[in-house]
T-cell receptor, first 114, second 110 residues
Framework: DGGITQSPKYLFRKEGQNVTLSCEQNLNHDAMYWYRQDPGQGLRLIYYSQIVNDFQKGDIAEGYSVSREKKESFPLTVTSAQKNPTAFYLCASSPRRSSYNEQFFGPGTRLTVL | GENVEQHPSTLSVQEGDSAVIKCTYSDSASNYFPWYKQELGKGPQLIID?????GEKKDQRIAVTLNKTAKHFSLHITETQPEDSAVYFCAATGFQKLVFGTGTRLLVSP
């Protein structure tokens, strides 16, 4: 059963702790993306990766870090430097690195920092 | 860079009515325009998309139109049903990424 999985669905952390969100895809897609969504708002791009071992900052990369060691995995670390980390985090993947760039989303992880 | 504006932010219709959501974009080089539906607590789902060499595309009750000259595109839902209630996002291609609108909350009342 192909798709994008994100885990966990809900995550609670204390302020000042780093936390890593998982994103895995078995669609053989080249590109992967991380977005942040705040209540009642659109999707803001955090980081994206067009190919293994390479990634680029999006519009709101400060306080976040990523790695792309495997094609199917693109974990996101929310560091203590992120001032307001409570949000809904969405991972997406795309079969192409550019051009039409259709993206398919995972179910999301809701992070709450206490 | 690309900027996408989406209107309205909220849309309430009666079951069976039509719903129209409009988006404008700024970058004339954009060539791909997807629409996503997001239900509460879930990830967005791609429902329809259109490429810049096409003016209109239909899929059952959903259609998208594109006016490249005016740089706007619209989502049309006919014969709305309560299960169409969700937040809808438009997007346009930027450099190596999609740029999203701020979303439209559609409420279909029985």
């Amino acid at each position: 059963d192909g798709g994008i999985t994100q885990s966990p669905k809900y995550l609670f952390r204390k302020e000042g702790q780093n936390v890593t969100l998982s994103c895995e895809q078995n669609l053989n897609h080249d590109a992967m993306y991380w977005y942040r969504q705040d209540p009642g708002q659109g999707l803001r791009l955090i980081y994206y990766s067009q190919i293994v071992n390479d990634f680029q900052k999006g519009d709101i990369a400060e306080g976040y870090s990523v790695s792309r060691e495997k094609k199917e995995s693109f974990p996101l670390t929310v560091t203590s430097a992120q001032k307001n980390p409570t949000a809904f985090y969405l991972c997406a993947s795309s079969p192409r690195r550019s051009s039409y760039n259709e993206q398919f989303f995972g179910p999301g992880t809701r992070l709450t920092v206490l | 860079g690309e900027n996408v504006e989406q209107h309205p932010s909220t849309l309430s219709v009666q079951e069976g009515d039509s719903a129209v959501i409009k988006c404008t974009y700024s970058d004339s080089a954009s060539n791909y325009f997807p629409w996503y539906k997001q239900e509460l607590g879930k990830g967005p789902q791609l429902i329809i998309d259109i490429r810049s060499n096409v003016g209109e595309k239909k899929d059952q009750r959903i259609a998208v139109t594109l006016n490249k000259t005016a740089k706007h595109f619209s989502l049309h839902i006919t014969e709305t049903q309560p299960e169409d209630s969700a937040v809808y996002f438009c997007a346009a291609t930027g450099f190596q990424k999609l740029v999203f609108g701020t979303g439209t909350r559609l409420l279909v009342s029985p």
